[in-house]
């Protein structure tokens, strides 16, 4: 396992080249910090800068951030894409009144994954609010209303009634549900519950996480218990699992498993499905760490995280300010049979998964600065700090590798630069798994509200991140005093840009020099500019008096900082950036004297290819005519020959066989000739003996006068007849 004390490290800013282009940005940034929402929460909100403890009244959500008042008992919001483009809707905001108010103290909201839902979290209850529709022209709630009632469902009422000792310690939207509205709830009774909103009274499904827990008792047992870590503190869903049926291949059920975090720092496990009643697994553990460690890596955990990578990796809190990042691995992950659970649709099954063969591996231990190191002004020696709190893990939705840290003494965020490497090993096993074990991670301490040992808690009251290719990328923290600080995430430690063409593989042979030196000389430089402290922005309590002793100490302790981290590191990376380009300089004028001479090479060896070519012209006009001249000769010799060849043997065959067939056809021909006189005289003698033939004109001619003929007959006949009529004949 490797230690590696971080410190603390500023984020880094947008950079100067991005200025013209994220002006909107900064802007509504600027706005936000001035915006009337804040003015009217830390007036009214003037009992929370008393908490010593953080709080997360804060969320945002589709570039809207959505903050908890607890004095009217409602939720304020406004959109920040207004602030952005800077319209009419700039400095409104609206407050979502509860139908029925939450009667505890909220510690934290949550939205659901769809946000129809916002949870409103404490420690004796939980109340659901339904977000309201949304409509006009800036598709504000109820199309811009000032207060906008919002109907409000409780969680458990009966039961944290009726429970007086028991409170809800986590509370989470389960990932696995399909209508969005199951929620899963850590009591501190040491039971795992999860309630749908339809039927908020009783719980669907209940895990007891400890055999030997009697509820029965009163909550002595329960603070013992505590006291010795034995209770489960914190929660988190890991990677959703394909589970098959071992009776039948065609059942499928997907489940989510629930890592569990103790308070004595042992981590336990079980699967769940939201919905669903036939999926019965028992609760698994303590999942075994490695290395092992005598404290079981400390023995006062307070918060747990899951980064979804492959393979996850766990994120375990303790309240002194110690981080365990630990990798889940499986035993035997290539045994397609730890995929599969046995479930059958009886509630009465007990089924068993394959939790048990998972095993948590340690990769690193990083410590917070919870308030900055400072030293004694007589003495000059550092003053040992013992505060501890209660740290609560934030996910970032910008990026995988990053995470954050809220607790009473400030802000931290977590890079993790060895999780790409790490997630590129599982993926090909080109990688190698020493140079993923040489990264670290990198905490950037963001904001500081207990800058010095002696000074008092302040409390940050909320964190949340907002991602959107308008408002960009920007941390938005609450403090106790109720004003809001953006922080723009412009971090140095992103992942690796897609590669150039010219680093990619070629069939080259590389060069020596660079099989020496594998990493680049841009990631050396950052290497050596990486702070592993710097100066945090500093928020403390405004009831603080700081004395000019600790103004001392502060002002040291910045010196410090920046003459270490800063000057003697840029320092050093100006001597290996001078030490580099001179070394580049005389390679540069070694190279270019080799172009030089490589340049009077390559004249060279053009006058002798020219010269060449003509040469090789020359040479094939002489080869050709030596080639006719040969070919001439051998046909004169060919001629003078007194044998005859084989093409003149086959010629003369050919032509005998001609002559033959010249014959031939000569004989055919005088045949036909006879056959055709005979057949002319045939014909003729027929054309004279023929009968002779009425010629047309002829036939037409007889046809008039036969034609005039009968008409002169037929006017006799009918003269005949008028004579015989005439004479009564």
């Not at 505890?104 to 949550?110: L, M, T």
Request: proline share 4%; with cysteine; aromatic share 6%.
């Amino acid at each position: 396992m490797r230690y590696s004390l971080a410190g603390v490290s500023r984020v880094t800013l947008v950079d100067e080249t991005n200025m013209a282009a994220s002006s909107n940005i900064e802007d509504w940034r600027n706005l936000l910090k001035k915006h009337p929402l804040f003015e009217l929460i830390a007036s009214k909100n003037t009992e929370s800068r008393n908490d010593n403890d953080s709080k997360d009244i804060l969320t945002v959500k589709d570039g809207e951030i959505f903050i908890w008042n607890a004095e009217d008992s409602n939720i304020l919001t406004t959109n920040l894409k207004n602030l952005a483009l800077n319209n009419d809707r700039t400095s409104a905001y609206q407050a979502l009144l509860c139908t029925n108010p939450p009667v505890f103290d909220v510690q934290r909201i949550e939205f659901s994954l769809t946000g129809h839902h916002l949870a409103l979290i404490g420690e004796r209850g939980l109340t659901v609010v339904q977000m309201p529709r949304r409509w006009g022209k800036h598709a504000d709630f109820e199309g811009g209303k000032e207060k906008v009632s919002s109907r409000t469902v409780n969680i458990g009422e009966r039961f944290f009634a009726s429970s007086g000792n028991i409170k809800l310690l986590q509370a989470a939207w389960h990932p696995g549900s399909e209508t969005d509205t199951h929620l899963v709830l850590l009591t501190s009774d040491d039971c795992l519950r999860i309630f749908n909103i339809a039927e908020p009274y009783e719980a669907e499904q209940t895990f007891a996480l400890s055999d030997y827990y009697d509820h029965s008792l009163a909550g002595g047992k329960t603070s013992i218990m505590a006291a010795l870590g034995e209770l489960a503190v914190a929660f988190d869903f890991g990677p959703a699992v394909e589970l098959k049926s071992k009776g039948t291949k065609e059942q499928k059920e997907i489940a989510w498993p629930v890592y569990l975090l103790r308070g004595n720092g042992e981590v336990y496990a079980v699967l769940t499905s939201a919905g669903s009643k036939r999926l019965k697994s028992k609760v698994v553990g303590p999942l075994t760490m490695h290395p092992p460690a005598e404290d079981n890596y400390g023995t006062d955990a307070c918060s747990l995280l899951c980064i979804h990578s492959t393979p996850p990796v766990l994120v375990i809190a303790t309240s002194d300010g110690n981080l365990y990042h630990c990798v889940v691995l499986n035993k035997g992950e290539d045994d397609d049979s730890l995929s599969e659970v046995s479930w059958t649709g009886t509630e009465a099954s007990t089924q068993y998964d394959t939790l048990s063969e998972t095993s948590l591996y340690v990769y690193e231990r990083v410590e917070l600065e919870l308030s900055l190191t400072t030293v004694a002004v007589e003495t000059d020696e550092l003053i040992e700090d013992d505060f501890t709190c209660p740290i609560r893990l934030h996910t970032d939705p910008s990026t995988k590798d990053r995470y954050h840290c809220l607790h009473s003494a400030g802000v931290h965020a977590v890079v993790l630069p060895w999780l790409n490497r790490l997630e590129d090993f599982t993926e090909s096993s080109s990688e190698s798994l020493l140079e993923v074990g040489q990264q670290e991670a990198v905490v950037e301490h963001i904001i500081c509200t207990k800058p010095l040992p002696s000074s008092p808690a302040c409390p940050v009251m909320g964190l949340d991140i907002v991602d959107n290719h308008l408002l960009g990328t920007t941390l938005i923290i609450l403090t106790a005093a109720m004003e809001c600080l953006t922080v723009p995430l412009v971090t140095s430690y992103r992942s690796s840009p897609p590669p150039l063409l010219s680093s990619l593989a070629s069939e080259k042979i590389p060069s020596p020099l660079r099989r020496l030196q594998r990493e680049p000389f841009d990631q050396y430089i950052r290497k050596i500019l990486r702070r592993e402290s710097s100066n945090p922005l500093l928020r403390s309590a405004g009831r603080t008096d700081l004395t000019q002793q600790q103004c001392f100490q502060l002002l040291s302790r910045a010196t410090q900082v920046f003459r270490e981290e800063y000057i003697q590191k840029q320092d050093l990376a100006r001597e290996e950036i001078e030490k580099r380009a001179h070394v580049l300089k005389d390679q540069k004028q070694h190279q270019q004297k080799d172009l030089d001479h490589c340049r009077m090479l390559q004249t060279q060896l053009t006058e002798n290819a020219r010269e060449s070519a003509e040469r090789y012209e020359d040479c094939v006009e002489k080869q050709s005519e030596i080639l006719s001249r040969i070919q001439n000769i051998l046909r004169k010799l060919e001629e003078r020959s007194p044998v005859l060849s084989d093409a003149e043997k086959n010629m003369q065959k050919e032509l005998k066989a001609m002559s033959e067939k010249i014959t031939y056809f000569k004989k055919s021909l005088d045949l036909v000739k006879v056959k055709m006189n005979y057949q002319k005289q045939q014909k003729s003698r027929q054309t004279r003996t023929s009968r002779p033939m009425i010629s047309g004109s002829q036939t037409k001619q007889l046809k008039s006068v036969l034609k005039d003929q009968g008409d002169q007959i037929t006017q006799l006949v009918k003269e005949v007849g008028e004579l015989k009529t005439k004479l009564d004949i």
